[in-house]
């Protein structure tokens, strides 16, 4: 199973996200995982019509709140509706906003978007996990490609050798290493913090 759905699908989550589209297809990527029927909340028919048409009529996909449902999904709540204890899977997806009482029991997470792709993150699990979507399919990445993922290896390995770097320091490690000049090295550098593969903070190179 994909790393993403399986932990959506333990316990209970809320998942922060300004994204519907990702929303959507994350819930029907849940409901096809599923081996029992999910219950579909979604009162403001924000992602209803993006699940496939065949798991609804079969009842694989149940709308509205329903008794004896172990999997439930909600899409942006005004409040978290009572489900009882004996739910094992409950998924929140909504965005980051005020008035939304989230009970300390869920678990939260964060969906961001970093330059073409989106980075999941589980706050209390430290999970990472960064991906794409590309047409039906949500693509787990593991590094950058090409000379991203060179030169994101080069940066770790020198924060290892030599701790926290420099912006200076991990433009000429990038230049040294990647055999470019210094401008195609700021450029690497750049792509790497717009992507959120490391981050500037006071002049300083850190992973993200």
């Known amino acids: 199973m994909n ?7 333990r ?22 995982a599923s081996d029992k029927p999910v219950v579909l909340v979604d009162e403001k028919n924000i992602i209803l019509n993006h699940i496939p048409l065949d ?3 079969s009842s694989k996909v149940i709308t509205g709140l329903a008794q004896g449902a172990t999997r439930v999904i909600i899409v ?8 009882g204890g004996s739910v094992e ?10 008035g939304l009482r989230i009970p300390r029991v869920f678990e939260k997470t964060y969906i961001v978007k970093a330059g073409d792709e989106y980075v999941y993150f589980n706050k209390k699990s430290f ?10 399919k949500l693509v787990v990445i593991e590094k950058p490609p090409g000379m991203l993922g060179e030169g994101l290896e080069a940066l770790k390995n020198a924060m290892l050798t030599y701790g926290e770097l420099t912006v200076k320091d991990a433009v000429f490690i990038l230049a040294k290493e990647l055999g470019v000049g210094k401008n195609e090295a700021r450029r690497i550098l750049s792509q790497l913090v717009l992507r959120k ?7 300083r190179v850190n992973l993200y």
Request: aromatic share 10%; glycine share 6%.
């Open 3 to 9: 790393p993403l759905i399986e932990d959506l699908t």
């Open 11 to 32: 316990g209970w989550k809320v998942v922060y996200t300004h994204y519907a589209g990702v929303v959507a297809k994350l819930a029907s990527l849940i409901v096809k």
């Open 55 to 57: 798991d609804v009529e």
């Open 76 to 83: 942006e709540p005004d409040k978290i509706p009572f489900l």
């Open 89 to 98: 899977n409950i998924i929140v997806f909504t965005t980051p906003r005020p």
């Open 127 to 136: 999970l990472k996990i960064r991906f794409r979507i590309l047409g039906d």
């Open 197 to 203: 593969y490391v981050r500037v903070v006071k002049g």
